[in-house]
């Protein structure tokens, strides 16, 4: 039987909440003279930001609920998803004690903020075909074990993890949270249905999702945290209050509004990732385009530092993934405007005419 009360660091269950000026009177008219903001405006002519912003983001997880279908509660907002990582193990994980479970190779942020904190990692490679090994986790998790990361679809191997073998790890870990992270989850194929739907049926689940992606906001660092009531709770408790600027809400709220977009510029994304494996495909330099649920594709090829540093002196920009286990060999391509994958398309098809000209 999971019980979050034992896997919360003893400190972090006992804990006051800090309690803001906002929090003290949470009117929207009246005479605030309780913060000391500057009363007579801001040093911007963008506008006025010389108000402390809403420490709880009511508005825009009032819209976010039904859109997610959660309720209001099982949300948190983080500056980026880096926030909630951090939160997540600063409130479970006894620094020089306890440990976390990765699947390597993905996100690396796991793995960074468990070492600032002092929090020893266990990694549990994914197989050969980038799939969960479920009996080397299962044993991977021992009882100092408080967070599992599960990064679906993967960065940066780009694949959904097979769902059957998620659950087994949810219902095996009782002692631990199971972090699914879904930045991509929106590129993901028809038919795979987010793990927000499945929060009722499991008290140790946290999705992670972001508006960095797909929403196009990467700039304004809003991460999405979805859970339980009571784990939501702890992450309240422990954020600093006003951690979600003013701007920020504002034009979140405002790309709320413009869900439609959102799928449109997915539709686009898709299209082109399509479109784009096509012709890496074609190239002989090219030995395995991997598919992909999110929007890059994570690429092997013949000789692939070679093709990054010509791409480079091109001024065309990816991701060399080459050293990593499982990945030689290996460029994450993020899916551009098709102007942009054309550009790629001719600078390393030159390359393959160049090769075929020695
Ligand atoms: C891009 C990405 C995120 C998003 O991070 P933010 O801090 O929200 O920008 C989260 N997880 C994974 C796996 C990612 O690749």
Redesign the pocket.
């Known amino acids: 039987m999971f019980s979050l009360a034992s896997i919360l660091r003893p400190h972090i269950a006992t804990l006051t909440p800090y309690s803001s000026a906002r929090d003290e009177y949470t009117g929207t008219e009246g005479v605030f003279l309780d913060a000391n903001e500057n009363a007579f405006g801001s040093t911007t002519s963008a506008g006025r930001y010389n108000r402390y912003p809403d420490p709880h983001q009511t508005a825009i997880k009032a819209r976010l609920a039904p859109i997610k279908g959660v309720s209001a509660g099982q949300i948190f907002l983080g500056n980026?998803?880096?926030e909630p990582i951090d939160l997540l193990i600063r409130a479970t994980c006894r620094p020089g004690q306890d440990n976390i479970v990765i699947l390597p190779p993905?996100?690396g942020?796991y793995e960074v903020s468990a070492n600032l904190n002092d929090v020893a990692v266990q990694k549990v490679p994914l197989t050969a075909e980038y799939q969960l090994n479920l009996p080397a986790v299962l044993s991977a998790i021992d009882a100092q074990t408080k967070l599992v990361w599960i990064?679906s679809p993967?960065?940066p191997t780009g694949n959904l993890i097979d769902p059957a073998a998620i659950r087994q790890v949810l219902d095996a870990a009782q002692s631990s949270l199971v972090v699914v992270?879904e930045?991509?989850i929106d590129f993901a194929g028809p038919g795979y249905a987010s793990w927000i739907t499945q929060l009722a049926h499991y008290p140790n689940l946290v999705v992670?999702q972001?508006?960095?992606?797909a929403w196009g906001l990467?700039a304004l660092?809003?991460?999405m945290c979805f859970a339980s009531p009571e784990v939501i709770r702890v992450m309240n408790l422990i954020k600093p209050p006003y951690n979600i600027s003013a701007p920020t809400q504002a034009l979140a709220l405002d790309a709320l509004n413009h869900v439609a977009e959102k799928e449109q510029m997915v539709a686009e994304t898709l299209a082109e990732r399509a479109r784009l494996a096509d012709a890496l495909r074609r190239l002989p330099t090219v030995q395995h385009v991997f598919p992909s649920d999110a929007n890059f594709l994570l690429v092997r090829f013949d000789e692939a530092n070679d093709v990054f540093n010509q791409l480079i002196d091109s001024q065309v920009i990816v991701r060399n993934r080459s050293s990593v286990t499982r990945c030689e060999g290996c460029l994450r391509i993020s899916v551009g405007t098709p102007a942009e994958n054309d550009r790629l398309m001719a600078v390393l098809e030159g390359m393959t005419v160049a090769l075929s000209n020695l």
């Open positions: 980026g998803s880096d993905t996100y942020m990064c993967n960065n992270d930045a991509y992670l972001t508006f960095s992606k990467a660092r809003l991460g």
